[in-house]
């Protein structure tokens, strides 16, 4: 019985750890790619007409 509860908590914590790491690197990819969209309008500022 205690093997199933240890084997139960070991399989949670390494999927915990991989969700983690994927929203850690899909949150940096996005601020990157957030980051590099504004310098592209700041770059363009003078084209841009309202």
């Known amino acids: ?3 199933k509860v240890y084997k139960t908590m070991n ?3 390494a ?3 991989t ?3 994927i929203s ?3 949150g940096v990819t996005a601020g990157i790619l957030l ?3 504004g310098a592209k309008l700041l770059a ?3 084209q841009i007409l309202f």
């Open 11 to 13: 399989g949670a914590g």
């Open 1 to 3: 019985m205690e093997e």
């Open 19 to 21: 969700l983690g790491v």
């Open 44 to 46: 363009r500022k003078s």
């Open 35 to 37: 980051l590099i969209s």
């Open 15 to 17: 999927l915990n750890i």
């Open 24 to 26: 850690l690197v899909a």
